[in-house]
Structure formats: C-alpha cells, structure tokens
C-alpha cells in the first residue's frame, strides 16, 4: 500500500514515477520482443521423376536457396539400403541421382526426395 504523505502529494508522484517506469521496461522490452527475425525462405514447388527404376531427378521452381535430389537405394542382393545425394543446385535447376548399377551389384529407388539447404 502507498504511504500517504505531504497530504498525498508526494505519494501520487511515486506511483506516477513507478508506473512510468514500468511502462518504460514493458516498452522497451515488449518491442524487443515484438521484433521479427527475416523470413528464411526455401525452396519450393519441388517434383520428381524415377526413370527407370535407378535414376530419379528433382526441381523446385520457386522459394529461394538450394536444394539436391536424395535417394534412399535398395541394394538388391543384399536387401539392405544406402543414401545416396545429388549435387546442390539452385532454384529452377535438375538435380539427379543414381542408384549403383554394375555386375556384382544392382541398386533400385525405393524413395527419394529434395534435401533443401
């Protein structure tokens, strides 16, 4: 409670300090909490294509950054999977993958996607 001095006066300019002050700090604080960090943006729009079934390829046609292609390869032989990556490319570009074809070892895409950097 305020205590009541110089018949009152001296109290009401304390509590008139006070809440300045506190209004003061919530300003200062509240717009430095208010203020917005710019937007990262990232690729966008983003389609692929597996052809046959060892290549698959990616684009993004909007956003802003750089993206490449994943595929996540089922080694046939050995029923087991590896990750494999395209190159890094910016927006409106192909980037591909192939998933290893040879004698001894034959890989198909079981998924892929875009890893967006």
Same mark, same amino acid.
């Given at each position: ?20 002050? +506190?209004? @003061? &700090?919530g &300003? ?9 960090? !710019?937007?990262?943006? &990232? !690729? ?7 052809? !046959?079934n060892?290549?698959?390829?990616w684009?993004?046609? %909007?956003?802003?950054? @750089? ?8 080694? &046939? !032989? ?16 192909? %980037?591909s +993958?192939?998933? +290893?074809?040879s %004698?001894t070892?034959a890989?198909?895409?079981?998924? %892929?996607? +875009?890893?967006k950097?």
């Open positions: 409670m305020w205590k009541k001095t110089d018949g009152g006066r001296l109290a009401t300019a304390t509590r008139k300090m006070a809440v300045g002050a +506190v209004m @003061t &700090l &300003l200062t604080f509240g717009s430095v909490a208010v203020v917005a960090s !710019p937007a990262y943006a &990232l !690729p966008t729009n983003c389609s692929g294509i597996t052809f !046959p060892n290549f698959t390829a684009k993004c046609t %909007s956003g802003t950054g @750089t993206y490449r292609t994943w595929a996540k390869c089922l080694n &046939l !032989p050995t029923n087991t999977y590896v990750y494999r990556y395209g190159s890094w490319v910016g927006i409106g570009n192909f %980037s +993958v192939t998933c +290893v074809r %004698s070892r890989e198909v895409v079981a998924t %892929s996607g +875009v890893q950097g």
